[in-house]
């Protein structure tokens, strides 16, 4: 069976190529037939019920029993054919991403890997600047401290004043270091080759998943996920497990068979 890709175009030569959709239906033209005509067979027995559309014989029943069947087997049909048709396509796509994702994990395990060796040395050198920048706010206000000191037991004001004035000045150092201090070893790395960052986002590891709560965390659940669950549970446990503000009941349908 051809690929959708490799069908001529439609419209013939001089003009645009056809659309994925133009080419499909030119080439199931057949299922278009079939699917119109069982439509079609389908609303002339429904019209034949009369404005209410209630079977009151057996002689209403048994057509609209056919027509089920036959739209149900055409649709078993046009799914097969679905999966066959862009069975190739769906391989190539399987294909192209396992290429380029190997390709790209392979690098990516290198980037994470250096990153690793990197981040030792880099955190050991901004351990280092933290300590370097503590340990000179620390001197900056001592110095401060002993000249606060020395200008309290001076004898004479005039030198008193002076004393005072560099005290206060060391004191501006200090805080100004000390600011420093608590920002030392945070930014960014700027290196010939490039920029090197820390983070530390705030990650977690289950220890023991029997003792969770899922109340705790279910805003971080869409209504999907969490009726999709609720379904998966009734289908198990049906109605012997009943859940607060759930409705559990059995929706009887009609089923066709041929």
């Known amino acids: 069976m051809p690929q959708i890709s490799e069908a001529p175009s439609i419209v013939g030569p001089g003009h645009n190529l ?15 037939k079939q699917v119109d005509s069982i439509a079609d067979e389908a609303n002339r027995a429904r019209d034949a019920l009369g404005e209410g559309g209630v079977i009151d014989k057996d002689e209403q029943r048994d057509p609209l029993i056919a027509i089920g069947l036959k739209a149900g087997k055409l649709s078993k049909t046009l ?19 396992k290429f380029f994702e190997a390709l790209a994990a392979r690098m990516d ?8 060796i990197v981040g030792v040395y880099d955190r050991k050198k901004r351990d ?5 920048a503590a340990e000179a706010a620390r001197l900056a206000q001592e110095e401060a401290d002993r000249k606060f000191a020395e200008a309290q037991a001076a004898q004479h004001s005039v030198v008193s004043d002076v004393i005072m004035n560099e005290a206060v000045v060391a004191d501006q150092r200090a ?4 600011a420093v201090a608590t920002t030392a070893g945070t930014g960014p ?3 010939e080759s490039g920029t090197i ?8 590891s289950i220890d023991d998943w029997s003792k969770l709560d899922i109340t705790e965390f279910k805003d971080q659940f869409s209504t999907a996920d969490i009726e999709k669950a609720v379904r998966a549970h009734v289908r198990k446990f049906k109605n012997t497990r009943p859940l607060k503000g759930v409705k559990i009941f059995q929706d009887e349908k009609t089923r066709f068979r041929g």
Not at 18 to 28: C, E, M, P, S
Not at 79 to 97: C, G, Q
Not at 175 to 178: D, M, T, Y
């Open 175 to 178: 805080e100004r270091l000390a």
């Open 79 to 97: 799914d097969e054919t679905r999966l066959s048709t862009t069975k190739p396509l769906r391989d190539e796509v399987s294909e192209t991403n």
């Open 189 to 191: 790395t700027k290196t």
């Open 197 to 204: 960052s820390s983070s530390a986002p705030w990650t977690c």
């Open 109 to 116: 395990k290198i980037k994470t890997r250096f990153e690793e």
């Open 18 to 32: 056809a659309t994925t959709t133009d080419i499909l239906r030119d080439r199931f033209a057949g299922f278009l």
């Open 128 to 132: 280092e600047e933290r300590r370097r």
